[in-house]
């Protein structure tokens, strides 16, 4: 399959599990000054990031502790795996052998209430910043149904959004696996 067909694949796969608005755009670049060009200095660029396999344990460690703290924090317990977990390759640097993982989403089945949107979002913004991710973008902001996103180095995301339930999914950016650093 084509990296580009890959990509797009996984995206729609992921815009099943979100709020609509998440969806809307999937050509923004990725984050915080470091969009990749597709140049001959592509190889070299993607060898000066983590593995895809220490970027998967990461942002997998940063999701659970984002998890733990809404639970902890806020009372948003019974969160359950998605079982949606995906790869794609990377369409800013076609041809290299880099992929995006996109991480098993999780899902609560009570959503968050209005009354404790604000605080979720403050509890995923500080425990992203220890990781490297910038403020939270609002999407989308309305009663019942809210929805942001956090820009992490190398164009991992996390989407964060609530409507009758919630959703918290993390993708990585584009990494080469170990065995092709």
Do not use: I
């Amino acid at each position: 399959m084509r990296p580009a067909l890959r990509t797009a694949t996984a995206a729609l796969l992921l815009c099943v599990a979100l709020p609509l608005s998440a969806c809307n755009d999937s050509s923004e670049g990725s984050t915080m000054g470091d969009t990749p060009s597709a140049t001959a200095d592509g190889p070299a660029a993607l060898r000066q990031r983590p593995s895809l396999e220490d970027q998967v344990e990461r942002l997998t460690t940063m999701r659970d502790e984002m998890r733990s703290q809404l639970a902890a924090e806020l009372k948003l317990t019974s969160w359950k795996g998605m079982g949606d977990e995906n790869a794609a390759g990377c369409e800013d640097f076609p041809g290299v052998g880099g992929q995006t993982r996109f991480l098993e989403a999780l899902l609560l089945d009570s959503g968050v209430p209005d009354a404790q949107w604000q605080d979720a979002v403050q509890v995923l913004a500080r425990v992203g910043a220890r990781y490297g991710f910038g403020a939270p973008d609002t999407v989308l902001d309305t009663a019942g149904r809210h929805e942001v996103v956090l820009k992490g180095q190398y164009g991992s995301l996390v989407r964060f959004g609530t409507q009758a339930k919630a959703t918290l999914a993390v993708e990585t950016g584009c990494h080469l696996p170990a065995a092709k650093l």
